[in-house]
């Protein structure tokens, strides 16, 4: 059974940087596909960016618009890790941030449907704040 663990959140001043991470056991994360979903009180989860599993695909991620150019995730195969870099951030971004996996691969170039996934990290705040 695949158990992931995210942390790196906290408080940052608009325009700062964080990294998250998300390190999985139970199971190789470059067999799933994975995702960071966030959410804020009262609203919907969102997926801001996902990466296709790199077994037999290509790895890709894709990215929500609005963090396009700020955001990166990258894998970590020998840890078994996967981090989301998050720059420029402003006070939209201030959420519940998750890691998220499932291993049914991605077949468009936009993230699925944060219902899909089928194993969750516990969440770690982040607070964009001045």
């Known amino acids: 059974q695949l158990s992931l663990a995210d942390s790196g959140g906290g408080l940052v001043q608009p325009g700062g940087s964080l990294r998250l991470s998300c390190e999985s056991s139970?199971?190789?994360?470059?067999?799933?596909?994975v995702a960071w979903i966030r959410q804020v009180p009262g609203k919907d989860r969102e997926a801001v960016a996902c990466?296709?599993?790199?077994?037999?695909?290509?790895?890709?991620?894709n990215y929500m618009d609005s963090v396009k150019g700020r955001f990166t995730v990258h894998r970590d195969s020998a840890r078994n890790t996967i981090y989301l870099q998050m720059n420029s951030l402003n006070v939209e971004d201030t959420a519940v941030y998750y890691c998220?996996?499932?291993?049914?691969?991605?077949?468009?170039?936009?993230?699925?449907?944060?219902?899909?996934?089928?194993?969750w990290g516990q969440g770690t705040q982040v607070t964009v704040s001045s």
């Open positions: 998220a996996a499932r291993k049914f691969p991605i077949f468009d170039y936009s993230c699925p449907s944060p219902g899909t996934f089928d194993f």
């Open positions: 139970g199971g190789s994360l470059d067999s799933y596909t």
């Open positions: 990466a296709n599993k790199l077994t037999a695909f290509d790895g890709n991620v």
